[in-house]
T-cell receptor
Framework: GDSVTQMEGPVTLSEEAFLTINCTYT??????LFWYVQYPGEGLQLLLK?????DKGSNKGFEATYRKETTSFHLEKGSVQVSDSAVYFC?????????FGQGTRLTINP | NAGVMQNPRHLVRRRGQEARLRCSPM?????VYWYRQLPEEGLKFMVY????????ESGMPKERFSAEFPKEGPSILRIQQVVRGDSAAYFC????????????FGPGTRLTVT
C-alpha cells in the first residue's frame, strides 16, 4: 500500500540555519503531496502542496519540489526562525485519504 | 468562513465508558475524514464519510468504534467501552468535493482514558 517515510527527528538547529527535512513516498500513480505543520497543542495546518511531478510548493519561506524520479518531496527553508519550532508531517493523498509520515519534531534555538 | 470545529477539545473518560467526539466541517464541505494520532506518532486514517454515507472505514477498529455523518448536524465518532489504548488525539478534516482535494483539519479532541 501507499506509504510515506520521513527523516527521523528530533532536529535541533540554530536560528538562521538552513533546514532540510527529507520525505520519500511509495504509491501507485502520482498522488498529490503535502507538508503539514503542527504547533504544540494544535491541529494540523497545511504548509504547502504539489499536485504533479516537478511542481514546487512554497509558503512562508518553505519550499518542496515533487520529484517523481526519486519519489521524494523534501522540505527546505533557507533561514529558520524560532517560531518555526513545530512538528512537520509529510503526506500523500491516495485513494481519497491522506497517508502521513511519522512526523519530524523541529526545535530552533535563538 | 469558520474552520473545521471539533468538540470537546479535551475529554476524559474512565475505562468502560463511552466517548462521543463531534466534528462540524467547514461551510460548504460535505466530506469528512477522521484520523487518530497516538502519542509521538503520525496520523492514521480511520474513516471517510459523506452525508449519510460511510465511504471508507478501512482504518476503523472492527469493534467498539463507529462513525456517522447525518443529514443534519455534525459528524460523530463514537467509541464504546473505552480502554487505555484509545487515549489519543482524534482529528477531523473536511473537504469541499471528493477526496482528490486537499483536506482542512480541525484542532482535534484529546481523549484521555483513566
Amino acid at each position: 500500500g501507499d506509504s510515506v517515510t520521513q527523516m527521523e527527528g528530533p532536529v535541533t538547529l540554530s536560528e538562521e540555519a538552513f533546514l532540510t527535512i527529507n520525505c520519500t513516498y511509495t504509491a501507485t500513480g502520482y498522488p498529490s503531496l503535502f507538508w503539514y505543520v503542527q504547533y504544540p497543542g494544535e491541529g494540523l495546518q497545511l504548509l504547502l502542496k504539489a499536485t504533479k511531478a516537478d511542481d514546487k510548493g512554497s509558503n512562508k519561506g518553505f519550499e518542496a519540489t515533487y520529484r517523481k524520479e526519486t519519489t521524494s518531496f523534501h522540505l527546505e527553508k533557507g533561514s529558520v526562525q524560532v517560531s518555526d519550532s513545530a512538528v512537520y508531517f509529510c503526506a500523500l493523498l491516495g485513494a481519497q485519504k491522506l497517508v502521513f509520515g511519522q512526523g519530524t519534531r523541529l526545535t530552533i534555538n535563538p | 468562513n469558520a474552520g473545521v470545529m471539533q468538540n470537546p477539545r479535551h475529554l476524559v473518560r474512565r475505562r468502560g465508558q463511552e466517548a462521543r467526539l463531534r466534528c462540524s466541517p467547514m461551510k460548504g464541505h460535505s466530506h469528512v475524514y477522521w484520523y487518530r494520532q497516538l502519542p509521538e506518532e503520525g496520523l492514521k486514517f480511520m474513516v471517510y464519510l459523506q452525508k449519510e454515507n460511510i465511504i471508507d472505514e478501512s482504518g476503523m477498529p472492527k469493534e467498539r468504534f463507529s462513525a456517522e455523518f447525518p443529514k443534519e448536524g455534525p459528524s460523530i465518532l463514537r467509541i464504546q467501552q473505552v480502554v487505555r489504548g484509545d487515549s489519543a488525539a482524534y482529528f477531523c478534516a473536511s473537504s469541499p468535493i471528493d477526496g482528490s482535494y486537499e483536506q482542512y483539519f480541525g484542532p482535534g479532541t484529546r481523549l484521555t482514558v483513566t
